[in-house]
């Protein structure tokens, strides 16, 4: 009898290990996929922010009426790319956030000081500091 107890306390040891050792992994890969995205996402609001600032420049006087179109055109599609991204963004972060407060990983979290991110705008620093 002591030796059943002594198995079974190891086996739950061993699946509750294991267990914590899957949730660590996942939750740090979905969060990994998020500071891609941020990434990805700071790259389109740099971008647009470059393009717009060509407008306020001299350089954009020397242009055609055509360029400054296309350069208005660009910074529109810049634009309705930035709002998709922001979506898909906030979408990985709601799946992040649901995946580490449903049970039982909720208590890992507790346990592995894993805490939500927010949703809305980010910068690289908000998303590695959690």
Same mark, same amino acid.
């Given at each position: !009898?002591?030796?059943?107890?002594?198995?079974?306390? %190891?086996?739950?040891?061993?699946?509750?290990?294991?267990? $914590?050792?899957?949730?660590?992994?996942?939750?740090?890969? @979905?969060?990994?996929?998020? +500071?891609?995205?941020?990434? &990805?996402?700071?790259?389109?609001?740099?971008? @647009?922010?470059?393009? %717009?600032?060509?407008?306020?420049?001299?350089?954009?006087?020397?242009?055609? &009426?055509?360029?400054?179109?296309?350069?208005? &055109? &660009?910074?529109?599609?810049?634009?309705?790319?930035?709002?998709? !991204?922001?979506?898909? $963004?906030?979408?990985?972060?709601?799946?992040?956030?649901?995946?580490?407060?449903?049970?039982?990983?909720?208590?890992?979290?507790?346990? !592995?000081?894993?805490? +939500?991110?927010?949703?809305?705008?980010?910068?690289?620093?908000?998303?590695? @500091?959690?």
């Amino acid at each position: !009898m002591g030796h059943f107890l002594v198995g079974l306390l %190891l086996v739950i040891i061993i699946v509750n290990a294991g267990w $914590f050792l899957f949730f660590y992994n996942k939750a740090t890969n @979905k969060k990994a996929n998020i +500071e891609d995205n941020l990434r &990805q996402l700071e790259a389109l609001i740099d971008l @647009k922010s470059d393009l %717009l600032n060509a407008k306020a420049q001299e350089d954009l006087i020397e242009v055609t &009426q055509e360029s400054a179109f296309y350069i208005w &055109q &660009q910074a529109e599609e810049l634009e309705e790319k930035l709002v998709l !991204m922001q979506q898909l $963004f906030n979408e990985k972060v709601l799946s992040y956030n649901k995946y580490i407060n449903a049970f039982p990983n909720a208590i890992a979290s507790k346990i !592995m000081n894993i805490k +939500e991110l927010p949703l809305g705008s980010y910068s690289l620093n908000t998303v590695r @500091k959690q």
